[in-house]
């Protein structure tokens, strides 16, 4: 059964950075494209960032860029979200999905919370 | 960049049907989406995919009571027998090759 666990959501100042992290379990990860999700209190779903099965290739939400990195290890079945500089819209539940282009979104996390305040 | 608009919240009543739709942009009518379901305090789920020719696959353990459909540039998400765990948030996703996009949500209550 394919599970993914998120880690390292916190309460941070506007300006610090945090490191989010998701385990995967159940599946071949390196076979797959992964991608973060997050979603504000109240709001909808919001695609942050994705990354491809080697980790070549990467691609930002705009309000992300510049500020986000996504990262991963294959061989530790791990992926990654450095999130510096932050603001408080940035204030989420940050899901961890699996992402396939013929299928879509098809797994979730059950998501870490990182609020930014001062 | 893919653009998706869901339909407005709706309500419907315990063991009826209802369908949620998800409409693409003309010029990406062609495009696969998939649907989320989300329950208060909880991870979304995801539902299933569709295609334009209207193909749908459920994900792994979905009800068969949650069907697909495609017409056009609108995707359908029919829901048969509504029971009370189906109240909730209903996502539509669309992607390209470089990005993802969340359709704002309907909301589904069942009364």
């Known amino acids: 059964e394919v599970e993914l666990v998120e880690s390292g959501g916190a309460s941070v100042q506007p300006g610090e950075s945090l490191r989010l992290s998701c385990a995967a379990s159940?599946?071949?990860?390196?076979?797959?494209?992964m991608t973060w999700v997050r979603q504000a209190p109240g709001q909808g779903l919001e695609w942050v960032a994705n990354?491809?099965?080697?980790?070549?290739?990467?691609n930002y939400a705009d309000s992300a860029k510049g500020r986000f990195t996504i990262s991963r290890d294959n061989a530790e079945n791990s992926l990654f979200l450095q999130m510096d500089n932050l603001r408080p819209n940035d204030t989420a539940v940050y899901y961890c999905?699996?992402?396939?282009?013929?299928?879509?979104?098809?797994?979730w996390g059950q998501g870490t919370l990182v609020t930014v305040s001062s | 960049q893919p653009v998706v608009t869901p339909s407005s919240s709706t309500s419907a009543s315990l063991g009826s049907s209802v369908r949620l739709t998800c409409t693409l942009a003309?010029?990406?009518?062609?495009?696969?989406i998939a649907w989320h379901h989300q329950q208060p305090g909880t991870a979304p789920r995801y539902l299933m995919k569709?295609?334009?020719?209207?193909?749908?696959t459920r994900g792994r353990g979905v009800s068969d009571r949650f069907s697909g459909s495609s017409s056009g540039a609108d995707r359908y998400l029919t829901i048969a027998n509504l029971q009370s765990e189906d109240g909730g948030d209903y996502f539509c996703?669309?992607?390209?090759?470089?990005?993802?996009?969340f359709g704002g949500g309907t909301k589904l209550t069942v009364l």
């Open positions: 999905a699996r992402f396939g282009f013929v299928s879509g979104t098809d797994h």
């Open positions: 159940g599946f071949t990860f390196s076979n797959h494209w």
């Open positions: 990354i491809r099965i080697d980790g070549t290739e990467k």
């Open positions: 003309s010029r990406q009518s062609n495009y696969i």
């Open positions: 569709i295609e334009g020719s209207g193909a749908y």
């Open positions: 996703e669309t992607w390209d090759t470089y990005t993802s996009i």
